[in-house]
């Protein structure tokens, strides 16, 4: 089979990677500038590269791999050069919005989301593995032919993924929950402590370690995959936000009034909690 990638940088160029080491199928990557192509071939990401997405009118699958206000748009341009039974999908971290526009345009539309990612951006930061063991949604509706989920799972399944089906909306509100909410919380974590004295901010900084690295490190990433977090998971975020906002008055309120007992309770339950959303500690 063939497979297009369409958007050749950190997600784009780690899933073609690994469809060329991992699967029979060539792989043919679409980006906007003629050097990412070029530098696509020549790292050997891809078997070859255009800019021009009539190089996919052969394609079995295409994954729409560009920032998520591109996709949309992407999709588009790319659909008259597709063949009528080609699969298309999406990379997207938000689901609701974009399957809303292009399941009615595509029948054959899956919308996917590979949870797997690093600090980096671009084709630069393509690597291989990234998505052995994390888990990739698919939300396909009622509506979705079966053949195109299965041949969309049969294409991933060798990258070592762990396949989850799910309802666009059910997947915004998750991810809302442990993705976006941990962002902002993060970054006023940060934010805050930039309100210390400045005798108390330098020594803070300077025996800042694993505790203050581990909740920081979402908080100090990527500005612009943060704000669309925001812009495109708008509800779910705000409503996430407003129950975490109510959780921190708690505490509080616990600490002001001295309550050990029941603080002590409120730690036990969150401690027994964790384990259900991340094994390792
Ligand atoms: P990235 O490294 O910045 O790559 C984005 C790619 O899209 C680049 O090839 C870029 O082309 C292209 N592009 C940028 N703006 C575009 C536009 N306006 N129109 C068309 N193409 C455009 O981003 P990424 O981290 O791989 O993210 C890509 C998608 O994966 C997003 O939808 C994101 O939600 C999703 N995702 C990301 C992560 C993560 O942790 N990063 C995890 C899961 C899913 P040029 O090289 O020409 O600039």
């Known amino acids: ?54 190089s996919l009118e052969a394609a079995d699958l295409v994954v729409l791999c560009t920032p998520i206000q591109a996709i949309v748009s992407t999709a588009e341009r790319l659909l008259p050069h597709l063949r009528a039974d080609a699969v298309l999908t999406d990379v997207g971290s938000v689901k609701q919005p974009i399957v809303e526009h292009l399941a ?64 666009p909306v059910i997947h915004d509100q998750a991810v809302a929950w442990i993705s976006h909410l941990p962002v902002m919380v993060s970054a006023g974590l940060i934010s805050a402590c930039t309100d210390a004295d400045a005798d108390v901010f330098r020594l803070a900084q300077a025996i800042a370690s694993s505790g203050f690295r581990d909740t920081s490190r979402v908080g100090g990433g990527n500005p612009e995959l943060g704000v669309m977090m925001a812009q495109h998971n708008r509800d779910n975020l705000l409503r996430s936000l ?16 001295e309550d050990w007992q029941a603080l002590e309770a409120a730690l036990r339950q969150t401690q027994s909690d964790r384990p259900g959303f991340v094994s390792e500690l």
């Open 1 to 54: 089979m063939q497979i297009g990638i369409v958007g050749l940088g950190l997600i784009g160029g780690s899933l073609a990677i690994d469809l060329k080491a991992k699967t029979p199928h060539k792989v043919t990557g679409v980006s906007r500038r003629q050097v990412v192509c070029d530098r696509a071939v020549e790292l050997q990401i891809v078997d070859d590269a255009s800019v021009d997405f009539s």
């Open 104 to 167: 009615p345009l595509w029948p054959n539309f899956v919308g996917g989301h590979p949870m797997a990612g690093t600090a980096h951006q671009g084709l630069e930061a393509a690597v291989g593995n990234l998505f052995v063991d994390r888990p990739y949604v698919l939300t396909p509706s009622a509506a979705t032919p079966t053949a195109a989920v299965e041949r969309l799972r049969q294409i991933i399944q060798p990258l070592g993924c762990v396949i989850y089906h799910c309802d």
């Open 242 to 257: 407003q129950t975490y906002r109510q959780r921190l008055d708690q505490l509080t309120d616990l600490i002001e009034q």
